[in-house]
């Protein structure tokens, strides 16, 4: 079995070149934060089961969503023309050379706080409470309602969907977006994937493999 890999500044890129499967991973390293000193510190166990719940849900809102479309003179290409080939999302919990350091914070369940991804610092700012559904409705009757898991809106930004890559990038319920009115979006307020949410990993890919070009081919 043959792979292609590129670690990169933010993920591991791992194209098996067998099967044709794409898994894009991100070594995650935690810091883990207290919003009182009257709160009891965080256990084992409590750090174990954030990153499975974390891991769960960025794998059911991302992973195996996209299937992408190869052209090109590679053999590579040449092989999987024509296929549709599965991209993979995950994280690990590492102790040492992450991609991203993660400062997560116990906090009340009644408290709610703003997270967000420093592209630039590779910092991800989480709570314990970003596994919570959150809903919110639009539209001029409010009959417009979505839902999300914050934490699979963050890891959206961390695979590229950030202002300072390209500011239509940036996160869509902002005014200033394009996509503002695209309520249903996963980096709007809903959970739903866009093509142009794997516009930084398909530029990523296109460096790997000489000579293939690969485009989103099935979106779920």
């Given at each position: 079995m043959s792979h292609v890999t590129q670690d990169t500044s933010w993920c591991v890129i791992d194209?098996?070149?067998?099967?044709?499967?794409?898994?894009?991973?991100?070594?995650?390293?935690?810091?883990?934060?207290?919003?009182?000193?009257?709160?009891?510190?965080?256990?084992l166990a409590e750090k174990q089961a954030f990153h499975a719940r974390a891991e769960r849900e960025i794998w059911s809102a991302w992973s195996n969503k996209a299937h992408l479309k190869v052209e090109g003179s590679s053999d590579f290409a040449k092989r999987f023309s024509g296929r549709q080939i599965p991209v993979y999302m995950d994280i690990r919990w590492v102790l040492a050379k992450p991609h991203w350091t993660?400062?997560?914070?116990?906090?009340?369940?009644?408290?709610?706080?703003?997270?967000?991804?420093?592209?630039?610092?590779?910092?991800?700012?989480?709570?314990t409470n970003d596994f919570q559904t959150r809903q919110e409705c639009f539209g001029v009757d409010r009959n417009i309602c979505v839902s999300q898991v914050p934490v699979a809106h963050e890891f959206?930004?961390?695979?590229?969907?950030?202002?300072?890559i390209h500011r239509e990038r940036d996160d869509e319920y902002k005014l200033t977006s394009p996509y503002v009115a695209d309520f249903h979006s996963i980096m709007h307020r809903g959970n739903q994937l866009r093509e142009r949410h794997f516009a930084h990993l398909l530029t990523e890919l296109y460096e790997l493999i000489p000579d293939t070009e690969f485009t989103l081919g099935r979106l779920q």
């Open positions: 194209i098996d070149t067998a099967t044709g499967k794409i898994v894009v991973l991100e070594r995650w390293q935690y810091a883990w934060k207290l919003q009182s000193p009257k709160m009891t510190r965080w256990t993660v400062n997560v914070t116990k906090v009340p369940k009644d408290v709610i706080k703003l997270s967000r991804v420093d592209w630039s610092a590779r910092i991800i700012t989480l709570d959206g930004h961390t695979i590229g969907n950030i202002g300072s």
